[in-house]
């Protein structure tokens, strides 16, 4: 599978900057990967997950929220 790499330079950064668990990681990184990675991860498998190469680590542009879309969330609507 071939994976946005700034995406994912973008997630290991905010992971190792919230200093959050390796058990939180491996979630975050599972559903990044996808539905099968997040289900043995939750399983507890042994699942292949995404490696930071530090090789290609450069600072990404910072991205902004434009908008959110939300139906049947506590009234707001259908």
Do not use: C, K
């Amino acid at each position: 599978m071939a994976w946005d790499q700034s995406l994912l330079d973008q997630v290991f950064d905010r992971l190792a900057e919230s200093n959050v668990a390796d058990d939180v990681i491996d979630l975050v990184l599972a559903a990044y990967v996808g539905d099968a990675a997040l289900d043995g991860v939750l399983a507890g498998e042994a699942v292949d997950l995404p490696q930071r190469d530090p090789a290609l680590r450069s600072r990404p542009r910072p991205l902004y929220l434009e908008s959110i879309t939300v139906a049947g969330f506590r009234g707001v609507g259908p």
